[in-house]
């Protein structure tokens, strides 16, 4: 086995680590919703009792795993970032690199087989922001979007949840764009403008 196969076994164990995060992440983010909170929601009154209809265990278990769950996160996606580099220099098949963004087709990923059905458009993408430096376009076509996909998403709010949780972390995006998927890598984080992105997006079916 040569450099560049090992190297690329290895990216492809650490992606696996990557979705397996993701969905517990998911899953976690799901025991929030049925408790109506999410990371930052009291959990008492303001006298002090608990808040009818919140297991506060089951919520703190829950916020608690996330934050540990994004931080691992975190550390997996530069590896898997490093690991990239390492594996397109040593078979000197470096693609072309535009603010990040990758072809998802030049590395076969086990997402860009499951995962390449739109749920969502950029209709809005605003000068400066975290959306603009990460290379996101108006109308690109969202088909992943952290542990957001086809499958898991009921409706806008998902997104909007997954950015308040994730703000100063790493998430990946996968975007549709004409006949080609693309992949880079989007921080939610305060900036001059509104939001932690500065892009509008939209159900595809609004």
């Known amino acids: 086995m040569n450099e560049s196969t090992e190297i690329r076994e290895h990216v492809l164990q650490l992606m696996k680590q990557k979705d397996d995060i993701e969905n517990t992440i998911k899953e976690l983010t799901d025991v929030l919703t049925r408790n109506g909170v999410g990371m930052n929601d009291p959990l008492v ?12 265990y089951q919520v703190r278990h829950a916020r608690h795993r ?99 949780h994730s703000e100063g972390q790493q998430l990946n995006i996968k975007l549709q764009r004409g006949d080609q998927y693309i992949t880079t890598y989007l921080i939610p984080k305060k900036w001059i403008g509104r939001g932690l992105l500065g892009c509008n997006i939209v159900a595809c079916n609004s």
């Open 45 to 56: 009154d303001q006298d002090g009792f608990p808040i009818a209809n919140i297991d506060i």
């Open 66 to 164: 996330i934050i540990c769950l994004q931080n691992d996160h975190k550390a997996l996606m530069k590896h898997i970032e490093n690991g990239l580099h390492g594996y397109y220099s040593s078979s000197a098949h470096l693609p072309p690199n535009n603010n990040n963004v990758r072809e998802v087709e030049t590395l076969p990923m086990q997402n860009s087989v499951a995962h390449k059905i739109p749920f969502a458009k950029v209709t809005i993408v605003t000068p400066g922001s975290p959306a603009e430096i990460c290379g996101i376009q108006v109308n690109d076509l969202i088909v992943e979007f952290g542990s957001i996909n086809f499958s898991n998403f009921n409706n806008i709010t998902d997104v909007a949840n997954v950015v308040q």
